[in-house]
């Protein structure tokens, strides 16, 4: 296979009745892919697709967009905005979905992914894996409410198999599914073992709709080496994309970052979070955002624990003006602990 890397990322690729420009999409990440985080991000450029932060299916269909925590959005990405959902009932995820396409956004996402307990303990997320014909009925009985793309995002399962992972991936194609995005670590799992890049492969050979490798894509090389070794029809990026927000234009050759980008991308995400959200609300996102954002850094522990203890934003420009007058010095591949 010739691979040239942003040749083939600023490929189109088509999902169900729509297509999108570009093969890096922002992976949902709940908390750190707010409406604040898409807009830093959409500044620099070279995504295909944004994902929401995980909504709940059960209050999506009455939620007010410009009031609620997660499911809202800038009307100047609706067009390649995705919205995830979680819950167990078909019902309700069938009629979140109908709510979110009323919105002209590009997609509805299933979430069979989150293994969190609080999560998992309500019988959703990756908890649905335990009960593959629940999950297969919640992806058809979405697809019949909807026409616009359907896409589902979901790990490996609560065994290191790969025969479960096809399984899922097979019954979810079955189900109306136009697209995947596949993080092959069990459920359990949350980041203490690599995930097994070669099940990706296992699952683009499995189906015939497109698969999104994800997980520990952390710099060009892992990108390329994700494309490689698995086929997969594209990238999403997600813990990465919360350290580097122009990872995605860098990867697709349409920008070049300095040392600067990292100061002007936390103080511009500061200032975003603070017309997107009440104080107390900002300053939540913004102590998220800066663990992964303190990995690019040798001492970035130390601008961490400032950030943390910082009582509002009012205190989180003089502690980044701060940190940033000393030059730090930037790691060329982050601090893979804080990722851990």
Request: net charge positive; with cysteine.
């Amino acid at each position: 296979m010739i691979y040239n890397q942003g040749k083939y990322l600023r490929q189109p690729l088509k999902i169900g009745t729509k297509s999108i420009d570009k093969r890096l999409i922002l992976a949902p990440l709940t908390y750190l892919g707010n409406i604040a985080f898409r807009e830093l991000v959409s500044q620099y450029g070279g995504y295909g697709l944004l994902y929401s932060e995980m909504c709940s299916a059960k209050t999506v269909p009455h939620e007010n967009r410009f009031v609620s925590p997660c499911f809202r959005w800038r009307d100047e990405e609706r067009s390649r905005l995705v919205c995830q959902i979680f819950g167990d009932d078909p019902l309700q995820m069938a009629e979140a979905a109908r709510r979110i396409e009323s919105e002209g956004l590009f997609g509805v996402d299933i979430n069979f992914g989150c293994s969190t307990t609080t999560i998992c303990r309500r019988n959703c997320g990756a908890a649905l894996l335990k009960h593959p014909d629940l999950a297969a009925a919640i992806v058809a009985k979405v697809r019949k409410a909807v026409s616009f793309p359907l896409t589902v995002k979901f790990r490996t399962g609560w065994q290191d198999d790969s025969g479960i992972a096809i399984d899922s991936a097979t019954r979810f194609e079955d189900a109306g599914a136009d697209a995947l995005i596949f993080h092959p670590r069990v459920a359990p799992d949350r980041r203490s073992r690599r995930p097994k890049w070669a099940y990706i492969g296992m699952v683009k050979q499995a189906v015939n709709i497109p698969v999104f490798g994800n997980g520990d894509v952390f710099d060009r090389d892992d990108c390329r080496r994700m494309i490689l070794e698995t086929e997969c029809d594209g990238v999403a990026i997600g813990r990465m994309a919360v350290a580097r927000p122009w990872i995605f234009a860098e990867l697709t050759g349409t920008f070049q970052s300095d040392p600067q980008m990292f100061a002007d991308a936390a103080t511009q995400l500061a200032r975003l979070l603070e017309i997107h959200y009440d104080p107390v609300a900002a300053i939540k996102r913004f102590k998220r955002f800066a663990f992964y954002f303190s990995a690019n850094f040798r001492f970035g522990h130390s601008l961490y624990t400032k950030i943390l203890n910082a009582g509002n934003m009012k205190d989180v420009n003089p502690i980044l003006k701060r940190f940033f007058e000393q030059s730090p010095e930037v790691a060329a591949r982050p601090n893979l602990n804080y990722f851990s």
